[in-house]
């Protein structure tokens, strides 16, 4: 297989849409967020020229996913044909992973293995999406040069605004809410990005939650920033400019990750922009309307709050014209 493709944001940041956008081309091969499954070692925010994550051992994380991934990783619709498949080898993909889902019910399914003829191994595109690593990225593309890479962001006011609907809906997994996750917050305010503002424990513990949500939008996003500035291989998707120019965008990243336009690709663009589903977790839907919530949804003193410790930070400048 070809180098893998990296898809990496914040929770509620646009990863899933652009990811399906990815996997909509038929030469790549999608993982969703195996990170969250079969984790990495160490620090979700290490130092980049630190000693975690050696280049074997991401080597070899990345060889077991080439065999075979996670029903999570490989269980998110839509699906799409492959040019690696043919008709029948596709079809029976898919039935595995129906079949692994009702496994699922009784106990955790193994691997799905995948089904690529060793003839057609050049010609596959991992793409590998994330919520779990925005932290690493830096980190990766040191260890395994080369890499490309997307860096999405959205607004800090429509992330926190997301964040807290899927708290209110039960739509998450952890014990505490997103502003109380202590044990994070002590690993930002170790990274050089909060010692550079001088952001200590004491200070986070004394903030308005929606002021610690919004430290963790801009440490995640500037240390990523900072980090790939000088890669070549990484670039940075503004989600609401692909809200607003889908085609024009989509393309302009599948470039730089080296994948041509494609026609599924227009057609999933077209038929995710232009339906509606009311999923949480949904791609398909009105991406300006998804895009623009945020400002009915949050009042005028929840976004000051916000504003004020995001809007001065590299990633808040981004937003400088917006807010």
Sequence with gaps: ?????????????????????????????????PDSVWRLPGSLLPAVDGVELAEQTLRAWFGRLQSGA????????????????GVGRFQLHRL????????????????????????????VVPVWKSIESLGRLGLLHRRLPGLRSVHIIRHPCGYIASVLRGESRGKFNEVSASSEDWGLFEMLVATPQAQAVGLTMADLREMHPLQR??????????????????????????????????LGESQRLLVHCGLPQDKQTESFLDASTHGQQSSYYSVFKNPLSAAERWREELDEESIRLIMAVAGGSPPGQLYKASS
Aim: with cysteine; glycine share 4%.
């Design 96 to 123: 595995m992973i129906l079949a692994a889902s009702a496994w699922s019910r009784l106990a955790s399914p193994p691997a799905i293995p995948f089904l690529i003829p060793t003839s057609r191994q050049d010609q």
């Design 213 to 246: 949500l919004a430290w963790r939008w801009v440490i995640f996003n500037t240390k990523a920033m900072e980090e790939l500035q000088a890669e070549a291989g990484a670039t940075v998707c503004v989600y609401e400019k692909l809200c607003a120019d889908p």
């Design 1 to 33: 297989m070809q180098s893998p493709i990296l898809l990496f944001g914040l929770p509620r940041s646009g990863t899933t849409w652009l990811g399906k956008i990815f996997d909509s081309h038929p030469d790549t091969l999608y993982w969703h967020e």
């Design 70 to 85: 996670p029903l999570k990783s490989q269980a998110k619709p839509p699906f799409f044909p492959k040019h690696y498949y």
